[in-house]
């Protein structure tokens, strides 16, 4: 059974940081992407950024700067560094895996973690 399962979120002020962590069991993700997402109040889900399995990254404009996703394979464990955050990154996010090696459409993620949720005070 494959199991995505987020940590690190929590309350935290404007211009902190906060570091999510995913671990994946079940399966190997090597050779897929790795992504996270993010859902805010009656908004849809978002993309945020994506780690292909050879290293390259992309991020949504509104993180760029900020945020780095990383991955350690070995570990089967994926990675999201928020610094500077600001009260609109408030959302529950989600980690997920490709079916793909590179993917920025949400349409290519199977795996899906519960989610962890990120709150931005002012």
């Known amino acids: 059974q494959v199991q995505l399962v987020e940590s690190g979120g929590g309350l935290v002020q404007t211009g902190d940081s906060l570091r999510l962590s995913c671990a994946a069991s079940g399966r190997t993700f090597s050779r897929n992407a790795l992504g996270w997402f993010r859902q805010a109040p009656g908004k849809e889900r978002e993309f945020v950024a994506t780690i292909g399995w050879f290293g390259n990254k992309y991020y949504v404009d509104s993180v760029r700067g900020r945020y780095i996703i990383s991955r350690d394979n070995a570990a089967n464990m994926v990675y999201l560094q928020m610094n500077s955050l600001k009260p609109e990154d408030t959302a529950v996010y989600y980690c997920?895996?490709?079916?793909?090696?590179?993917?920025?459409?949400?349409?290519?993620?199977?795996?899906w973690g519960q989610g962890t949720q990120v709150t931005v005070s002012s």
């Open positions: 997920a895996a490709a079916t793909v090696g590179w993917s920025v459409r949400r349409i290519d993620y199977d795996y």
